[in-house]
């Protein structure tokens, strides 16, 4: 179950999962094995590959990615779908016994340097939280609106603002001061959000 406002989805935790962004994976995964055909028909450039990928499959999985509070499972989650994905698009199979890493390779030698996945919805989140730290409305004041009563005791869920502090290395009071300056949030987005070190599995 899910709250809508302005298009966002609210996080709703299940079995420590983020119940939005398993599910969207899912959907994705979905879609992926739907096209299966053009993804098998080497007759297809692929550039255009590409391009159906971004649209017919990422489109839909990065819908509302804004909303989401990331934790180091569902991170690992979305680089296993982002490769399930790169292989499709280069026709490796698991059984090739070929590394993730040498996939990696594979791809930049192929269509060259690309953002991945993770980087892309770190991104999106902290523009949308630059933007709504600059705005006056509804979702600013939702955003930094305080709840009377405090956490309960033990372990705590992750929230999503929490994310900003692990992303940026500021403080949540120092991170909201800067992102209300627009271009030095801008620059502070591009170096922040990248995607962390991955196995070569």
């Not at 255009?48 to 489109?59: D, E, P």
């Amino acid at each position: 179950m899910t709250n809508n406002t302005n298009g966002f989805s609210t996080d709703i935790r299940v079995n420590g999962e983020k119940l939005v962004c398993v599910t969207r994976i899912a959907q994705t995964t979905a879609a992926l094995a739907k096209l299966k055909t053009i993804w098998n028909d080497r007759n297809v450039a692929l550039s255009s590959h590409i391009k159906l990928m971004r649209s017919l499959v990422m489109s839909i999985f990065l819908y509302a990615c804004e909303s989401w509070t990331l934790t180091a499972d569902t991170e690992r989650r979305i680089l296993a779908m982002e490769m399930r994905c790169v292989r499709k698009l280069l026709g490796i199979t698991y059984r090739d016994h070929i590394s993730n890493e040498e996939v990696r390779n594979r791809t930049r030698q192929a269509i060259g340097p690309n953002k991945d996945l993770l980087t892309t919805v770190k991104r999106r989140k902290l523009k949308w939280y630059g933007h709504v730290t600059r705005s006056s409305g509804l979702a600013k004041t939702i955003l930094q609106g305080t709840v009377q009563g405090g956490r309960r005791r033990g372990r705590q869920n992750k929230r999503w603002e929490d994310n900003i502090p692990e992303w940026t290395g500021m403080t949540l009071g120092a991170a909201m001061r800067k992102a209300e300056r627009r271009e030095e949030w801008r620059e502070l987005v591009a170096r922040s959000s990248v995607a962390p070190q991955r196995s070569t599995g």
